[in-house]
């Protein structure tokens, strides 16, 4: 009985973590899509600018009309919600500290994103001090994602070694990206490594659920014994 639980619980977490990555795609996609005047700039607009409810105005040069806001910040709403719940699921798959590390940074994380959503980065929030609010939302969502897939991916190195490095990796690269964007904040390219800082997070759950997916079909498990799993990594 604890092992069926267990099993639908790293199943229902799995699909948490696609559904959260495939439903920002579309959101994103989407949301950018109905900007057209002038058109949305990937590497000139950062994402939340998706999210401003305002249209016409200026933000810190940047031009901000985005008619489909609110699926913007439905998007960033329900990416925190599903990465909380999936860490729910799954942090006991993580023995120990690992587990309760993983599950506090993917609340951080849900928190974060769903402060994003609701306080928007707007001329008018600029203008009243509420952006702060927003900033905090966001180093929290960045900062709280990327930190847990490096958890994860460290617990993962002797167990599944090739999953635990690509979570790493992702996770390391996510947080690169936010030391070169604190460099680059006032450059026409900024929003290039605020992108790279969450679509790392976005690519690691993805990752995650598809094998969360495929260890459960092959038997596997996250707590196997670290030479038995890692030979069968290879």
Known sequence: MVGGTTSIARRAGAAALILAAVQWMVGEAVAASAWTSPRYSYSHNFISDLGVPSRGGELQGRTICSPLYAVMNTTFIAQGVLFAVAAVLLFRLLPGRPGWVYLVLAVVHGVGLTLVGLVHGSPEALADGSMQ???????MAILGGNLASIVVGCHLLRRVRRLGITEVALGAFGLACVLVLKT??????????????????????????VALLGLGRSGRSLAADPTTADSAAR
């Open 133 to 139: 609010w927003h900033g905090i939302g966001a180093a």
């Open 184 to 209: 680059m904040t006032n450059t026409d390219i900024a929003a290039v490594f605020e992108r790279g800082s969450v679509y790392a997070i976005m690519a690691a759950e993805l990752v995650a659920g």
